[in-house]
Each structure stands twice: as C-alpha cells, then as structure tokens.
C-alpha cells in the first residue's frame, strides 16, 4: 500500500547540464511527513519497461561548492546527463545528507577526516551510524509514477536491495566517476568498507 504523501507540480525545469547542453525535465516535489524529496522526470516513462532511474543522496558539499572530496557532484551530473538521454527519473532525497546523518554531523564527519580519520571511521569516531539511509519511500514514489520495473543507476547494493524489499525490480546500470587524488580515497573506502561495487580497475 503506498503511504500518504503529498505531491506537488509539475512545472518544467531547463537544467543546464556538464557537457554544456541545456535539457528539459519535469519536476515533482513529494512530501512525507517532514522528509522532502524533489523527483525530476525526462519523456514518457508510462507503461515503460526498465525505466532508468537515479536515487541520489543529497550532498550540500558537493552539489552546493563543487568539493571533489567525493563522487556525489560527478556521480549526480552523469546521471542527468543519461536520464536526459534516454529519458527516465532522477529521485533528489534531502534527508539523506551525510549518509542521513545531517548537515551539522555532515560537517563534523569532514572535521575528523581532516583529523586522518577515513569516510567510515570518521561516522565511528563520532558515534554516529555509518549509513542510516532508508529508500522505502523512494519506493512508494516510484509506484506513484508507475515505475516498477527499473535499470538502477548505481554501485550500492544497499540501495538496489533496499528497493527490491519493497516490491521493485532492479536491473542494475553502474554509475562511474573519474578518479583523482581528491576522490580516490574516498572511492576505495566505499568499496573496501562499504561494499560499493567499483570495479578494481577503475581504482587504480
């Protein structure tokens, strides 16, 4: 049963995207109970199989500055840039800063890494758990927009399984970035601690 929500638009939104070409989406805003979720959406997805689809965690460091401490920037402007192609729908969650730590716990994470600490150890140190990420409701959207079938663009298991609990196929589409020596630390902590599905040769 989907859970009481409420929805708004949509209105079109001309997004200017990296490799320069400005693409037009439709955006919905959703809304459960305090947690916000903007949802963009490119072409006829109705009655579409495998409908490519993004779940992105907001990451006000990253999408807001640029940081190039991690892959969520690149990772959100590659996903545009295929969901304008092939059309398909990019889920925003806003609660899901820092892992859905919070922006103040965010910040204080960044803190410890620059004490040495890693993008897992640092969660620990402050005893804060180290991803409380929830996708159930990303799930209930998806069914809202009739998208039950989909290609997931992803390297997180957590999220494809945490989709499929609630009722939606997966078919998996790896989402990769460019390494540097901002990022690459970061990267292979999400492979080595988190199970992040990185290939081994985009580490080295």
């Given amino acids: ?39 963009l959406v490119k072409g006829s997805i109705e009655s579409k199989e495998k409908v490519l689809v993004r779940v992105h965690s ?4 990253a999408h807001v500055f640029h940081s190039q401490r991690c892959d969520c920037w690149e990772q959100l402007e590659k996903a545009m840039e295929l969901i304008a192609e092939k059309n398909g ?21 960044y803190m410890k890494q620059d004490e040495g600490f890693d993008t897992v150890d640092s969660y620990i140190e402050l005893g804060l758990p180290v991803d409380k990420r929830d996708y159930s409701l990303c799930a209930e959207i998806l069914k809202d927009l009739k998208a039950e079938n ?39 902590v999400k492979k080595e601690k988190l199970g992040h599905l990185y290939e081994l040769k985009e580490l080295k």
């Fill in 1 to 39: 049963m989907i859970k009481k929500f409420r929805k708004l638009g949509p209105f079109r939104l001309p997004a200017m995207l990296s490799n320069g070409k400005v693409e037009e989406f439709k955006i919905f805003f959703y809304r459960f109970d305090s947690q916000p979720f903007y949802v």
């Fill in 58 to 61: 907001a990451c006000s460091f």
């Fill in 89 to 109: 729908i990019l889920i925003y969650i806003w609660n899901h800063e820092g892992r859905a730590v919070g922006f103040e716990n965010h910040f204080k994470a």
């Fill in 150 to 188: 989909i290609s997931l663009l992803t390297n997180n298991p957590r999220k494809i399984k945490g989709l499929e609990s609630q009722g939606i196929k997966v078919e998996r589409v790896p989402l990769t970035v460019k390494l540097s020596k901002f990022n690459e630390s970061q990267i292979k």
